[in-house]
T-cell receptor, first 115, second 116 residues
Framework: AQKVTQAQTEISVVEKEDVTLDCVYE???????LFWYKQPPSGELVFLIR??????QNEISGRYSWNFQKSTSSFNFTITASQVVDSAVYFC????????????FGTGTRLKVLA | DAGVIQSPRHEVTEMGQEVTLRCKPI?????LFWYRQTMMRGLELLIY????????DSGMPEDRFSAKMPNASFSTLKIQPSEPRDSAVYFC??????????????FGQGTRLTVV
């Protein structure tokens, strides 16, 4: 079975602090894909990043960075110098390559950035 | 591209009424997904289609729910009869494979359904 766990239900930080959102996944597939999505208060789901299981390079995009570690089945997301506009619910998702073509989402982490 | 388009954005209906949610996927995408989001259960996959064919409907809660995809550019999710516990935000998403590589799913704005 495939599963995504986001143990942090809610995190509050003060603006300009760095924050890391954790994501742990389970899959038996050797090839799989991991994703992060952002859901701002307006409600839409915005794609942030995709990573395949063969690419363990960390990625940085502006203030966002992602740390993928197969050894610990984790795909963590760090926001550097957080801003109020980063306040949202963040979802980690997994899609395997055996069986059905599903995107399995974690329960999300609500990030509140306080001014 | 206009993205995934869902209609209506909001729907309020009385218990027992039929509700139809609509989705237009991104052109060229051959996978279409229906998700439901609630506070209690998070984002649940209800059903997905590949090339207009339903592949996995194991997430459909019960026989009151049905989904169709008559062509590559249109899908519906129908609830008949609706019940208050069906109140949720329903998302449609689409994606495609590129040379065997799975891409991300793009989501519509969602339909907020309230059954009173």
């Amino acid at each position: 079975a495939q599963k995504v766990t986001q143990a942090q239900t809610e995190i509050s930080v003060v603006e300009k602090e760095d924050v890391t959102l954790d994501c742990v996944y389970e899959t038996r597939d050797t090839t799989y894909y991991l994703f992060w999505y952002k859901q701002p208060p307006s409600g839409e789901l915005v794609f942030l990043i995709r990573r395949n299981s063969f690419d363990e390079q960390n990625e940085i995009s502006g203030r966002y960075s992602w740390n993928f570690q197969k050894s610990t089945s984790s795909f963590n997301f760090t926001i550097t110098a957080s801003q109020v506009v980063d306040s949202a619910v963040y979802f980690c998702a997994l899609s395997g390559t055996s069986g059905t073509y599903k995107y399995i989402f974690g329960t999300g982490t609500r990030l509140k950035v306080l001014a | 591209d206009a993205g995934v388009i869902q209609s209506p954005r909001h729907e309020v209906t009385e218990m027992g009424q039929e509700v139809t949610l609509r989705c237009k996927p991104i052109s060229g995408h051959d996978y279409l997904f229906w998700y439901r989001q609630t506070m209690m259960r998070g984002l649940e996959l209800l059903i997905y289609f590949n090339n207009n064919v339903p592949i996995d409907d194991s997430g459909m809660p019960e026989d009151r729910f049905s989904a169709k995809m008559p062509n590559a550019s249109f899908s519906t999710l129908k609830i008949q009869p609706s019940e208050p516990r069906d109140s949720a935000v329903y998302f449609c998403a689409s994606s495609r494979k590129i040379q065997g590589t799975r891409t991300e799913a793009f989501f519509g704005q969602g339909t907020r359904l309230t059954v009173v």
